[in-house]
């Protein structure tokens, strides 16, 4: 876990999401957020779902037989149609 048991449930970890990648875009304006995470973290994925980002192609990397990494990317830029 990121935060300790005691601080979960509180919006901490969306505070510290969203001052993340504020802070990595004024430092550097960069077009993608690349992360991993475990594919059963089912509340980080959510988190980061909340946020944007979206699972890659099909790329998982397969840790143990239990538990395997998803990737995931946001765009900070917006497509243009």
């Known amino acids: 876990d990121f935060l300790y048991h005691r601080y979960q449930g509180r919006g901490l970890s969306k505070i510290i999401l969203k001052d993340l990648?504020?802070?990595?875009?004024?430092?550097?304006?960069?077009?993608k957020v690349w992360?991993?995470?475990l594919k059963n973290n089912i509340?980080?994925?959510n988190l980061y779902r909340?946020?944007?980002?979206e699972a890659t192609t099909n790329i998982n990397y397969k840790l143990t037989e239990e538990?395997?990494?998803?990737f995931m990317s946001l765009d900070l830029i917006p497509k243009r149609i």
């Open 67 to 70: 538990s395997c990494l998803q």
């Open 21 to 31: 990648i504020v802070s990595l875009y004024e430092f550097n304006p960069i077009q």
């Open 43 to 45: 509340k980080a994925i």
């Open 50 to 53: 909340k946020f944007g980002f």
């Open 35 to 37: 992360l991993s995470v």
